[in-house]
């Protein structure tokens, strides 16, 4: 029996990952019944939480356990 073949993230062409981009796309809005309101209304509920979820993690954290490492809540422009 072979091992089952896996693909690191660097190793994922620009044609798959726009094929998985467009593929979660189509599973929210699937998921909220083609309503692209309810769809982004979700999505922004979702990034609130991890804010929240990300600065009590941030206050229960040491300096010393994330070796000086301080989170960001806005993400690097692509």
């Known amino acids: 029996m072979q091992p089952a073949k896996t693909s690191k993230p ?3 062409s620009p044609d798959q990952a726009r094929s998985d981009q467009a593929w979660e796309v189509e ?10 309101r309810a769809a982004i209304r979700s999505l922004l509920d979702d990034c609130k939480h991890l804010r ?27």
Do not use: C, F, I
């Open 10 to 12: 660097d190793q994922v």
């Open 27 to 36: 599973a929210v809005l699937a998921w909220h019944d083609d309503n692209a």
């Open 52 to 78: 929240q979820q990300l600065a009590l993690a941030e206050r229960a954290m040491s300096r010393g356990m994330t070796r000086g490492w301080t989170p960001r809540y806005e993400r690097d422009v692509l």
